[in-house]
T-cell receptor, first 111, second 111 residues
Framework: EPEVTQTPSHQVTQMGQEVILRCVPISNHLYFYWYRQILGQKVEFLVSFYNNEISEKSEIFDDQFSVERPDGSNFTLKIRSTKLEDSAMYFC?????????FGNGTRLTVT | GENVEQHPSTLSVQEGDSAVIKCTYSDSASNYFPWYKQELGKGPQLIIDIRSNVGEKKDQRIAVTLNKTAKHFSLHITETQPEDSAVYFCAASRNDYKLSFGAGTTVTVRA
């Protein structure tokens, strides 16, 4: 069964550094998403992406976040200047429409 | 925005018994209600979903019920097996992709 692949599985970075989280969505999917889960909190929506542009974003997704589909297969989330509170599990998801298929996540630790 | 409450937070059942997880939602415009199962080290995997024009849906040992008037929906797992042990999340959405998740229920099936 096709699956969403995320790399790396764990990323440690220092506060103020830039990080890029990578995702390879399921190949025939057209909609792409990022969610995150801070430890002990709910999984929360960050952004949706369709037709090479952001279709919706949450209040969390401020100017330090950006998403890109640099080629036909990858979908990335960039955090420009990481803060301690960005430490979380970040999930990529993709879909034809619904349901969403999630990857295994990248655990981001900001020190 | 949408607020989804999920109960209980932990559930321990004897193998072969049933497990029931309940969720309530606040946004009467929500019309899509998926349930996800998350095993250790993996991302959420869809197990069943229901739309607001349907009151009940069943897939083998798993069933979901929806009460639109009361704004609550439930997951029922019958004849539980050790492999059902996982964290289960309910979610609600107006548009299929911007999911508001519950806090999760950790289910343990005792052999």
């Amino acid at each position: 069964e096709p699956e969403v692949t995320q790399t790396p599985s764990h990323q440690v970075t220092q506060m103020g550094q830039e990080v890029i989280l990578r995702c390879v969505p399921i190949s025939n999917h057209l909609y792409f998403y990022w969610y995150r889960q801070i430890l002990g909190q709910k999984v929360e929506f960050l952004v949706s992406f369709y037709n090479n542009e952001i279709s919706e974003k949450s209040e969390i997704f401020d100017d330090q976040f950006s998403v890109e589909r640099p080629d036909g297969s990858n979908f990335t989330l960039k955090i420009r200047s990481t803060k301690l509170e960005d430490s979380a599990m970040y999930f990529c998801a993709s879909s034809e429409r619904s349901p969403l298929h999630f990857g295994n996540g990248t655990r981001l630790t900001v020190t | 925005g949408e607020n989804v409450e999920q109960h209980p937070s932990t559930l321990s059942v004897q193998e072969g018994d049933s497990a029931v997880i309940k969720c309530t939602y606040s946004d009467s415009a929500s019309n899509y209600f998926p349930w996800y199962k998350q095993e250790l080290g993996k991302g959420p995997q869809l197990i069943i979903d229901i739309r607001s024009n349907v009151g009940e849906k069943k897939d083998q040992r798993i069933a979901v019920t929806l009460n639109k008037t009361a704004k609550h929906f439930s997951l029922h797992i019958t004849e539980t097996q050790p492999e059902d042990s996982a964290v289960y999340f309910c979610a609600a959405s107006r548009n299929d992709y911007k999911l508001s998740f519950g806090a999760g229920t950790t289910v343990t099936v005792r052999a």
